[in-house]
């Protein structure tokens, strides 16, 4: 399969304008006549000006165009905009560089915040994402504006702002992003004084090494973020449970993925144990837990074990998931397709999988578990299977897109 070095820079400017933009629009967006981008494809005439002009409306670096590096994986123009906002709006706060706006009020912010958030568990990515560029910069302004001593809660406001884009940004492979914007929010969650912000940030920092990979670093985070704040369960609040127990989860889904099956089954036990004693879901800083949670991702957890049994029966014991976030259910389902095709339950796998991305199509293009989930079923040149490649709408191993893997589909 071709690497995405190996087309030419005309060839990659088509690629990346792909069938959403015709060379007209291109042309129109970028101010150059329609013979000059034709040339530019065609390899004839790329002159410098162009360039920067082609790479500015398509939103993406020259370096991409050059074919110096590839393309975000999944990521079609509308995100590489957002994505473009996303990061002027964190390093540019970072470097306290003044915005000219209105500061909203903290209880502004706060509901602005929730919706972000519930944008986020929803799956809508992009849109969290388009809030979280604004919702930063005016966070910004408003500490910019309180009084001196009364700055705790506007540290906390950036924070999680920071932690949405962070999030936002590791989900659509924006790595080095995600990994600005994580630092900005662990610094202004110690601003804060916060405990549970700052939990919450190191979990997120555990993240962004669990999806690149650096399995070892997520779990030393993910085990101390989860010790410093455990409660007493006889005095804990439901908030308080709600941070620990999906701190905890998540440390159980890093133990498993490093094959850690002790380790694994003690997290998920305090996870089970922090559920029950919530006996319903609750929603705090921008996450949920509950019991529901504890079942259904230890389903994925299971099945990172080996432990297919144990995860069909868990399925078998899971009735209702109308309480979990959008988000939560479409993973719970790919969880699910993963097990069937664990057991070479193949239709029953594709089904399961099929339902889930007809479900959620948007949500669905920044997960790499789809595909891992139709290569472990098999290449069978069957009417579903052809169905349900189609619904994922990539091809592995083409045009700097690589195929995913186990390690890095969460």
């Not at 069938?19 to 006549?33: H, N, R, V, Y």
């Not at 962070?166 to 914007?181: C, E, P, Q, T």
Request: hydrophobic share 45%; with cysteine; net charge neutral.
């Amino acid at each position: 399969m071709p690497q995405w070095s190996d087309y030419s820079n005309g060839e990659r400017v088509k690629i990346l304008r792909g069938g959403e933009i015709k060379q007209a629009d291109l042309a129109e967006m970028t101010g150059l006549s329609l013979p000059t981008i034709q040339a530019a494809e065609q390899d004839k005439r790329l002159s410098l000006p162009t360039l920067l002009k082609i790479a500015a409306a398509l939103s993406v670096d020259t370096s991409v165009i050059l074919g110096q590096q590839a393309p975000r994986r999944a990521l079609r123009q509308e995100d590489r905009t957002m994505m473009r906002d996303l990061s002027h709006a964190v390093h540019d706060t970072a470097a306290g560089i003044p915005e000219t706006i209105e500061a909203p009020t903290l209880d502004e912010l706060e509901e602005i915040t929730r919706r972000g958030w519930e944008l986020y568990w929803k799956g809508h990515y992009a849109e969290a994402g388009a809030i979280g560029a604004p919702l930063l910069r005016s966070a910004a302004a408003r500490l910019h504006e309180q009084p001196a001593g009364h700055e705790a809660a506007a540290w906390g406001l950036v924070a999680d702002a920071y932690r949405i884009c962070a999030y936002v940004a590791n989900l659509m492979g924006v790595r080095d992003l995600a990994y600005a914007a994580i630092g900005h929010a662990q610094a202004a969650a110690e601003n804060a004084g916060d405990d549970l912000r700052k939990a919450l940030v190191v979990s997120g920092r555990s993240w962004v090494y669990l999806r690149d990979a650096r399995l070892p670093e997520a779990l030393e985070l993910a085990e101390r973020a989860a010790t410093e704040i455990e409660p007493r369960f006889s005095r804990a609040t439901p908030e308080q449970l709600t941070v620990y127990g999906s701190h905890v989860n998540f440390a159980a889904v890093v133990a498993s993925r490093m094959g850690d099956k002790e380790r694994a089954a003690d997290y998920l036990s305090q996870s089970h144990a922090a559920g029950a004693r919530m006996g319903q879901e609750v929603r705090a800083h921008g996450t949920l837990f509950g019991p529901v949670s504890a079942s259904t991702q230890a389903v994925g957890i299971n099945v990172s074990l080996g432990k297919i049994g144990k995860a069909l029966d868990l399925i078998d014991s899971i009735r209702d998931t109308g309480q979990l976030s959008k988000a939560a259910q479409n993973r719970y389902e790919l969880d699910k397709a993963m097990a069937q095709a664990e057991a070479k339950m193949w239709d029953a796998s594709l089904d399961t999988l099929e339902s889930a991305l007809r479900s959620a199509p948007q949500w669905a293009r920044h997960q790499a578990l789809p595909q891992v989930i139709v290569s472990k079923v098999g290449r069978a040149s069957t009417a579903r299977l052809r169905r349900v490649s189609k619904l994922i709408g990539a091809t592995p191993g083409v045009a700097g897109f690589p195929a995913a893997t186990a390690k890095t589909a969460l």
